[in-house]
């Protein structure tokens, strides 16, 4: 129980992965941190949680692969229990004739490929990474602001100037193209093998309210390969489950003196005179503190806790119109033994399994969530961890976890037991296609839709990001402009969760630029 007599100097709302980084970083700093986390565990949409009394499931995230180095490094994860159980795994394409795709780093091998796709990939990877290695330097400090004179910002922009220009006129000039089209329109450019085009196609939307001829998916594909700039060639399966992610940072967290409280939901972040002076809890008991760090979304942080009454207009329409509308559910499936896919071994089923047969597949899917239906045909992007991590399930059986394209959060008419039920079973039928024997063994399943993931997880619209990851919502445009660099209008309110610079993903470096921030402003920030 906190005591709440203590003089604390930082409140963080939320125990996500990025308000732990946050909090512990200014731990270090010499500031007396208090988290308070409205969940019994820690970690946010990194989360374990039971399936049933004997299989767990990573209930959100379910991959490993853009946690910064550095923030790993300074927390000392490996010290306070991170265990990585497989790492670069490949990624395979899933054929209904058991051709299948399998893409390992920069090779190609299977469905017909043939040598001219595979020159054109590497060439592909060769330039995604320079993009990637690119953006890293922006990635890892605030995002530059362009309309005023600080040094910091002039000389993030001239860093990132150089960096294009180093690239060489051909990448600069490809770079501000593709930023521009979509990643339909540069597949077609690229490659023939569809299997390869609509893989790809799903990493660039992911967790997002778009498809592979919207704006922005290229921007998208990029942000999630920058793990292969922080030393990731393929997912990793954590042992333990993501929950485990959480657990070594929340260790990490109070060994640099940090307290937390978790069950403890904030129903307030108090302001005198537009300054913050605290938060009050669920239950009434007030905490005072001339700092506070939002680790929640910035919808959910304005609407619910500030209250749009007490910031500016402008503010507050810029909150509104913030996109962030959740298209992605999550599949878990509880298995007495290991399913069949048809012409994949064992050692296959453990890599990443994707269902995005074709770029107009993955369309087709998109279309029927923009009026407000699920696809009947949905994308999918699949795990079987206890193949790597035995703990998740008794010997010899097996837990899938299952992230599912495209299930709108404002469902027509809105979503009911009957209607989960039936997207499930069409999900599960939809898998059965490649593993023919799933149905025959099921213990459990559960599906979580986008308003499940809001209720669970405390996002807005149960969007994975916390918001779009699109050229408008990015660097110093991210969350929205006037509130690009951390701090907010409201004086001692800042924010550190995925819906600011650099964005989404279990990465952390959200909840380090607000503290290096933090701590760059002083003691009086």
Known sequence: MINTDKNYD?????????????????????????????????????ATSP??????????????????????????????????????????????????LTIDGDKLEGAGISDEDRKAFVAFNKQITKFCKLLAGAFNRRAPKLVEGNLTDRITVAKLGLGMKMLGKEDMSDLMRLALINIYDVMEENFENDLLKGAISLDSLLGSHM????????????????????????????????????????????????????????????????????????????????????????????NKLVGLGNIETGVARRVKTMRMKGDAAKLHIALDSLPNFTGLTEQQMGQRLVIAPTMNYIETAFNASKYGEYSKAPAMDI???????????????HVMSVIVQYAPYELDGGWNDEKKDAFKQLVIDRITDFAPDLKDKIV??????????????????????????????????????????????????????????????????????????????????
């Open 10 to 46: 930082v409140i963080v709302v939320g125990g996500g992965h990025n308000g732990l980084v946050c909090a512990n970083y200014l731990a270090k700093d010499g500031r007396k941190v208090l988290i308070v986390e409205a969940n019994d565990s820690l970690g946010g949409a990194s």
């Open 383 to 397: 795990s079987i961890p206890s193949i790597h991590d035995a703990t998740l399930a008794p010997q010899g059986k």
């Open 444 to 525: 459990a399943s559960e599906l979580l839709t986008p308003v499940d993931l809001e209720e669970r997880f405390h996002i807005h619209g149960g969007h994975w990001h916390h918001g779009e990851i699109s050229l408008d919502q990015i660097l110093m445009m991210r969350p929205f402009p006037g509130t690009s660099q951390y701090g907010t209008s409201v004086d001692g309110l800042y924010l550190c969760g995925a819906g600011n610079h650099p964005g989404g993903g279990v990465m952390g470096l959200a909840g380090h630029n607000a503290a290096k921030e933090i701590i760059k402003r002083g003691k009086s920030a």
């Open 51 to 100: 399936l049933n009394d004997e299989f767990s499931v990573s209930s959100c995230a379910h991959w490993l692969f853009q946690l910064n180095p550095t923030v790993a490094s300074d927390m000392g994860l490996t010290k306070h229990g991170l265990e990585i159980a497989a790492r670069d795994l490949s990624t395979i394409a899933l054929a209904e004739d058991g051709n299948h």
């Open 211 to 302: 498809g592979p001829r919207s704006p922005n998916t290229v921007y998208g594909y990029i942000y999630r390969r920058m793990g292969t700039v922080f030393g990731f060639n393929g997912p990793a399966v954590v042992k333990g489950g993501m929950g485990a992610v959480g657990k070594a940072m929340a260790n990490a967290a109070q060994a640099s003196g940090v307290d937390i409280e978790v069950g403890a939901a904030v129903s307030k972040i108090n302001i005198d005179v537009d300054r913050t002076t605290g938060v009050t809890l669920a239950d009434g008991r007030v905490i005072n503190a001339a700092l506070v760090v939002s680790n929640a979304d910035p919808k959910t942080t304005f």
